[in-house]
């Protein structure tokens, strides 16, 4: 795994990262133990990096998910996981940094529910066959995951994805990210193709570029 470090612009309206903090970008790589050591130690500090608050696009669509169990990949600081907790989901949440998943349980427990925190490399993770009601992958792409996602879906199960395209080369924040690690235009929806889609979109504000979908597995 790598990870490529980026200016930060405070650009999003549903994150409470502060303007000018260091972020990183979602991306795949080869080297999982840097990757890990360089996303512990973005997450070494008090403030929550991707704020406490869950991505928009799933509280926006929160009334379209029945509650039951869930699966939070790649997690990062629980933002969403305890989103869903709150909502009534019983959350599982990975994640390859440690430092992550004790500020995802102390925000878990700051909002008194609980989450299922478990510290995973992705590449090496095996998610559980038909055990997911929802699974939700924000800002974050690996493509091998796709299969296990299906595959861990119950039937009627919905995934809720989230990450950047590659027309966020185009955008300041996005410029130094290579290509691989983002999402091709239409890929999103064709790794789920044969699902009902509930909602598809790419976006670009100029700072943020990002396809959505939520889709139900048949
Ligand atoms: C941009 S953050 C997104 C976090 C969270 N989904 C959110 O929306 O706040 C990407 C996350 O991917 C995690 N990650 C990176 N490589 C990983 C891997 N190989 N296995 C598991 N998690 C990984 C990082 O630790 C980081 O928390």
Redesign the pocket.
């Known amino acids: 795994?790598a990870v490529i470090p980026v200016r930060w612009n405070g650009s999003r309206a549903d994150d409470s990262r502060p303007k000018g903090s260091n972020a990183?970008q979602?991306v795949t790589g080869d080297d999982?133990e840097d990757?890990r050591r360089r996303?512990d130690t973005l997450y070494s500090t008090r403030t929550y990096v991707?704020g406490k608050e869950p991505?928009a696009f799933l509280r926006d669509n929160i009334g379209q998910l029945s509650v039951g169990k869930a699966l939070?990949l790649?997690?990062?600081?629980g933002?969403?996981a305890v989103y869903l907790a709150k909502k009534g989901f019983s959350v599982d949440g990975?994640?390859?940094?440690e430092v992550?998943l004790q500020k995802a349980r102390r925000l878990a427990s700051e909002n008194k529910v609980s989450i299922t925190a478990i510290n995973?490399?992705?590449?090496a993770y095996t998610i559980r066959p038909e055990t997911y009601q929802l699974i939700v992958n924000?800002?974050?792409l690996?493509r091998s995951l796709i299969p296990q996602i299906r595959r861990g879906l119950k039937r009627g199960g919905i995934v809720v994805f989230e990450t950047y395209t590659v027309e966020h080369l185009k955008n300041a924040n996005g410029q130094h990210m290579r290509r691989d690690y983002l999402l091709e235009r239409g890929e999103l929806r064709r790794f789920f193709r044969d699902y009902e889609i509930l909602v598809y979109r790419e976006t670009n504000d100029g700072k943020e570029a990002r396809a959505s979908l939520i889709a139900r597995k048949p």
Request: aromatic content about 14%; charged content about 25%; overall charge negative.
């Open positions: 795994m990183y979602i999982s990757d996303w991707f991505a939070d790649a997690m990062g600081e933002r969403n990975v994640d390859i940094s992550a995973a490399d992705l590449s924000i800002d974050y690996q």
